[in-house]
């Protein structure tokens, strides 16, 4: 049993295609019809989500409920872990695959161990410049609807740290990754500075958080299976 109200952390395996705004949008009903249902009356729940992901990304997505929102800060100050890959030699307006490449370059297959010494230069505190195409707010909007709508969006560079950057496989032009970093890091900002960093282009394939601190994708359901969970209770 729940108790959504003194405050539960839910574990989702967010599916591509979902915000995070759509995920808690989703589960704030079905949340609140079991709330109610378990204490006789019409009850509000207060929903949130700590650290946001793509649409396009996959992987941990974590809610909290109730008196546990309070917590979402410190879940949020915790170091994540994605895996992904990159394609290299071309790059996007998105630094992802949400719009067509743009731009493409001639650049000749690179081992894995030289992939790997380049990974390394990106280990440590820096400060990075996040995506235009992003969450963040710029001049009382969120910079995403600025640029989606052409105009210029100059966003200040950001401390970061990133902790671990592996190169696990090299399948030309694609290349998968690991990386544990700090809050804040943008994956698509780091396909891009890859890109840079072999004076070509790079731009972020797929990506999916697999850790936030202690609570790993393996312990969470999709938005689907738990909205089901709960349905099943009241039944």
């Given at each position: 049993?729940?108790?959504?109200?003194?405050?539960?952390?839910?574990?989702?395996?967010k599916?591509?295609g979902?915000?995070?705004?759509?995920?808690?949008?989703?589960?704030?009903?079905?949340?609140?019809?079991?709330t109610?249902?378990?204490?006789?009356?019409?009850?509000?729940?207060?929903?949130?989500?700590?650290?946001?992901?793509?649409?396009?990304a996959?992987?941990?997505?974590?809610?909290?409920?109730?008196?546990q929102?309070?917590?979402i800060?410190q879940?949020?100050?915790?170091?994540?872990t994605?895996i992904?890959t990159?394609?290299?030699?071309?790059?996007t307006?998105?630094?992802?695959?949400?719009?067509?490449?743009?731009?493409?370059?001639?650049?000749?297959?690179?081992s894995?161990?030289?992939?790997?010494?380049i990974?390394n230069q990106?280990?440590?505190?820096q400060?990075q410049t996040?995506?235009?195409?992003s969450?963040?707010?710029?001049?009382g909007?969120?910079?995403?609807t600025l640029?989606?709508?052409?105009?210029s969006?100059n966003l200040?560079?950001?401390?970061?740290?990133?902790?671990?950057?592996?190169?696990?496989?090299?399948?030309?032009?694609l290349?998968?990754f690991?990386?544990?970093?700090?809050?804040?890091?943008?994956i698509?900002?780091?396909?891009?500075?890859?890109g840079?960093?072999?004076?070509?282009?790079?731009?972020?394939?797929?990506l999916?958080r697999?850790?936030i601190?202690?609570?790993?994708?393996?312990q969470a359901?999709?938005?689907?299976?738990?909205?089901?969970?709960l349905?099943?209770?009241?039944?």
């Open positions: 049993m729940f108790n959504f109200l003194q405050g539960e952390i839910i574990l989702i395996d599916e591509a979902w915000t995070s705004f759509d995920v808690v949008s989703y589960l704030k009903p079905v949340v609140q019809a079991y109610s249902w378990q204490l006789g009356r019409t009850t509000k729940v207060k929903l949130g989500h700590a650290g946001t992901l793509d649409p396009l996959t992987g941990l997505l974590v809610i909290a409920t109730g008196k929102t309070k917590a800060p879940i949020q100050n915790q170091p994540k994605y992904g990159f394609y290299l030699g071309a790059t307006p998105s630094f992802d695959r949400e719009f067509p490449v743009d731009q493409r370059f001639t650049l000749e297959p690179i894995q161990a030289d992939l790997q010494q990974a990106f280990l440590g505190l400060w996040p995506p235009a195409y969450a963040i707010h710029y001049q909007k969120r910079a995403y640029a989606r709508q052409n105009l969006v200040a560079p950001k401390p970061i740290e990133i902790y671990r950057f592996l190169i696990t496989r090299v399948n030309w032009p290349v998968d690991e990386i544990e970093c700090s809050k804040g890091t943008y698509r900002a780091i396909a891009r500075d890859f840079l960093a072999l004076k070509a282009g790079a731009y972020l394939y797929s999916r697999v850790q601190g202690s609570f790993a994708v393996s359901k999709t938005v689907t299976e738990f909205a089901v969970s349905k099943e209770l009241m039944a």
